[in-house]
């Protein structure tokens, strides 16, 4: 029989207690440093980030605590770019029919460069009636015109394409205007003078901008360094120069160590003097007596060298054969002349004789011109002292950039 000591609470008609939760020692669960604790968030975190399947899953208990077990983290993917820097650049270039040669040109200096056309036509009343052949696929294309500012009347019908353009859904728009026309147009001297510089600067800097951003502006030459300034923010102009053509012109000649540079001006010399500053130099200047303008050197030895003279364009022509003869009396054994923009107004390239081997005062060695103004290159075209320096390359270049 058993004891009562040894009885169940039951047999007595009391309740069985039902077992609660029990408080657990502190021991039981070491605490923790704050920089573990956050080094397990951390891992957490990396784990739903990138860890593996595997590790996901991989939990340990040892008796005192349970912890994730470091995932292992699997690299991840770099993101796939349109483009790598220095890669060639696909773009499709337009031009003015002025320009059809050079663009030609261009395209068959640079497999990366297409050509495109554009239906210049006119209604009835003279108005220009223009048309962009294939629109449609020029979406998300790098585009490019090449224009011809030669006279007032072609500029309108340009610029009408120009500010169409990058409209078309187009990556990106350059303007190449090898010659800014009105450069020699860039001050207000008297009250009503108008600079008409400035005007078609902020006409150009009004092109529309296309998803890329603002257009690029690429200008050989410009007349007046001042003139880089008028162009307002929602256009990037690109100042390039002719001279890389006329130094490899130089390289090629039988008396290329016998060179010398003369400018005709202290503008010309302030202009161009940095990219020649190899060669020996003389600088002229000019002075006006009455009617007669009068050139004379101010610096620099013409004797016994092949003197080049550089500017950046010629008009009348009537400084350039001013500093042709004062070059021949102080003894130079051969004048040649260069100018980037040949703009010969009234057909004054006539004034320009070559000197068949005559020595200086009987005219010029070498008359080298850029093709920037296309109808002066077809009226000089295999005349001699002439010779075409193109400036295709350094388009081809410039649009890579």
Request: glycine share 8%; with cysteine.
């Amino acid at each position: 029989m058993a004891t009562a000591t040894s009885a169940s609470p039951a047999a007595f008609g009391a309740k069985t207690p039902v077992p609660g939760p029990q408080p657990i020692p502190a021991s039981a669960f070491p605490r923790r440093s704050p920089r573990a604790a956050a080094s397990g968030r951390l891992r957490a975190s990396l784990h739903l980030g990138g860890a593996s399947a595997a590790s996901s899953s991989s939990v340990v208990g040892n008796g005192s605590g349970i912890y994730l077990a470091p995932p292992v983290l699997a690299p991840l993917a770099a993101p796939k770019m349109s483009g790598t820097v220095g890669s060639p650049k696909s773009v499709l270039l337009f031009y003015c029919e002025e320009m059809r040669e050079l663009a030609e040109q261009v395209v068959a200096r640079n497999d990366d460069i297409e050509l495109r056309s554009i239906s210049w036509r006119t209604f009835a009343d003279g108005f220009p009636n223009l048309f962009i052949s294939n629109a449609h696929t020029i979406h998300g294309r790098h585009v490019a015109f090449l224009a011809s500012f030669s006279s007032p009347s072609v500029i309108f019908e340009q610029l009408s394409i120009i500010y169409a353009l990058p409209k078309l859904f187009i990556s990106s728009f350059t303007l190449i205007l090898p010659f800014f026309p009105t450069g020699t147009s860039e001050r207000m001297e008297d009250e009503g003078d108008v600079a008409t510089a400035f005007t078609l600067a902020r006409i150009l800097s009004n092109i529309p901008i296309s998803r890329g951003g603002p257009s690029s502006l690429v200008i050989f030459d410009i007349h007046a360094l001042q003139e880089r300034f008028y162009f307002g923010d929602s256009v990037l102009p690109c100042f390039e120069s002719g001279i890389s053509l006329l130094k490899s012109r130089l390289q090629e000649l039988p008396d290329s160590n016998n060179i010398t540079i003369a400018f005709p001006d202290d503008g010309a010399w302030k202009r161009f003097y940095k990219q020649l500053q190899h060669f020996p130099m003389i600088v002229c200047n000019k002075v006006r007596e009455g009617k007669h303008r009068i050139v004379r050197i101010k610096e620099g030895d013409a004797r016994g060298r092949h003197v080049v003279i550089v500017d950046d364009l010629v008009q009348s022509g009537g400084t350039l054969i001013e500093c042709q003869k004062v070059l021949a009396v102080h003894g130079a054994a051969k004048v040649s002349a260069y100018v980037t923009h040949g703009i010969f107004p009234n057909k004054s390239w006539e004034k320009f004789q070559p000197d068949n081997g005559d020595g200086p005062e009987h005219g010029l060695s070498h008359f080298w011109i850029t093709d920037s103004c296309p109808l002066t290159v077809n009226a000089v075209k295999d005349r001699r002292p002439f010779e075409i320096l193109s400036l295709a390359g350094p388009i081809a270049s410039a649009l890579q950039i």
